[in-house]
């Protein structure tokens, strides 16, 4: 421990790294690669950003914040829940490209970005020591979120094809669900929360409407919260584009939990929510939950000040979301792109003979490097990792922390860079691939 000038908690904060591939993130990022100025600089593909439609959101919000008259409510202190105005335009957001029918404005609960909705969520649900079960692979940075304040446990729910290698982490059943309940009574714990997400992080999994609906009665029947994040819910991939269609064995829609959430109207059903992928603003820190639980909203609305969203960016943004054309087209636009980029990708991993989970949405391909692995252990996982980034400057994330059974398996971000560096990205990490056969 660093320093006992801290709190047990502050002392394991500072030994702990945010996440395992931060310092790589900095040394990639203090040299960058440039098609002309820097063509051998690095490229990292591990942060979780859509870069490909900044440019035409950036001439929106500058056009917003030089036309509009910033109102009176900005500067004073506003309702803990969110700016009612913003809710506003949130839920008619939300209804009409993510629910498809109406949401209400009162149940929504803003705070700063995702991670501050679910440590908001855990903290209101749970108490320390309960467990959340999270189908595994999952994003990492749950464990921390669930944790850190809550003091909730993470259980990776590990599917039996997860076990064998490359899985979407959406083949999950009832009897996988009612073995965790029985693992974690019978250690004498409580099984308190599942947490979904579709798309999934990292595999672009979507769930079926029929799943989500027998899992949602499973829980409410035993009073465990479900919470389904949608953060990637407009990161949508076109699966009928004629490069990647075969691949997907079932079509399959992205349905939003909202209107289940509707029709059950209980108190264990839950919706999260941010702006911070599909518009690609993570740095606004714009996160949201939506419940039809009355309590949560007001417990979570009364201890939320340290998470709210500062009332410009609420103002800001609720006249982008209100532009309902430009949002439509923007909407469109975006999977457009990110559909091109993916199935640049797709086609590049597949003539290098490398697999991957056919993505339906998120900005990630799931990826098995695991032929490559000297030791088939989480070690033998980083020491690949770290070998990629120094022979080629190609930055991905590795596997290890998404709870899934195996090693091998990396997450690529491909939106978060230019077509240009993502050509380069994928044309070393393909003399990396041949390199290593060859040997
Ligand atoms: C599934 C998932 N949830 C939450 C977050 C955190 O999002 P935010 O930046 O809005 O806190 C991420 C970020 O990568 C994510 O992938």
């Known amino acids: 421990m660093p320093s006992s000038s801290l709190s047990d908690r502050g002392a394991r904060a500072a030994a702990t790294p945010l996440r395992i591939d931060y ?69 008619s957001f939300f209804s009409q490209h993510l629910a498809g029918e109406p ?92 947490i979904l997400t579709t798309p999934n992080n990292p595999t672009g999994g979507i769930l079926g409407v029929d799943q989500l609906e027998a899992v949602a009665d499973w829980c409410v029947a035993r009073k465990i919260h479900l919470v389904v994040n949608e953060i990637y819910g407009l990161s949508l991939i076109d699966t009928r584009h004629p490069a990647i269609a075969s691949e997907y064995v079932e079509h399959r829609v992205f349905t939003s939990f909202a209107g289940m ?74 999977k457009d792109r990110l559909t091109e980029a993916y199935v640049f990708v797709a086609g590049a991993l597949r003539s290098m003979g490398v697999s991957y989970v056919p993505s339906r949405g998120s900005l990630f391909a799931w990826i098995n490097l695991s032929e490559f692995l000297e030791d088939d252990s989480e070690e033998g996982e980083l020491a690949l990792w770290r070998d990629l980034f120094d022979t080629t400057g190609v930055l991905l994330t590795p596997g290890v922390g998404f709870g899934h059974a195996c090693h091998g398996l990396f997450r690529v971000v491909y939106p978060c860079v230019s077509h240009e560096a993502l050509a380069e990205a994928m044309r070393r990490l393909a003399g990396f691939v041949r390199g290593r056969r060859a040997r």
């Open 23 to 91: 310092d790589a993130f900095r040394e990639a990022e203090a040299d960058l690669f440039h098609p002309t100025t820097n063509p051998s600089g690095k490229i990292p593909l591990n942060i979780a950003e859509n870069r490909l439609s900044w440019p035409e959101l950036k001439s929106r919000i500058e056009a917003i914040a030089a036309g509009e008259e910033i109102a009176d409510w900005v500067p004073g202190y506003t309702s803990t829940r969110g700016a009612p105005a913003f809710r506003e335009a949130l839920a």
């Open 261 to 334: 959430i509707a029709d059950r109207d209980c108190d264990y059903l839950h919706l999260w929510y941010a702006l911070s992928k599909d518009l690609g603003i993570s740095g606004f820190r714009v996160g949201m939950a939506y419940s039809h639980n009355e309590d949560f909203l007001t417990g979570y609305a009364n201890l939320n000040l340290t998470h709210s969203v500062s009332n410009h960016t609420q103002w800001l943004l609720s006249h982008l979301l209100a532009d309902a054309d430009f949002m439509t087209g923007y909407v469109s636009r975006n």
């Open 103 to 194: 949401m209400d404005p009162q149940r929504f609960v803003v705070s700063a970005g995702a991670t501050g909705v679910i440590e908001m969520t855990a903290l209101v649900l749970a108490e320390a020591g309960d467990v959340a079960v999270i189908p595994a692979p999952c994003y990492p940075v749950y464990e921390r979120d669930i944790a850190n304040v809550a003091g909730m446990e993470r259980y990776d729910l590990v599917t039996r094809s997860a076990e064998g290698g490359l899985a979407d982490a959406t083949d999950f059943t009832i009897p996988d669900l009612e073995a965790a309940r029985s693992e974690i009574e019978s250690a004498g714990k409580r099984f308190r929360m599942l």
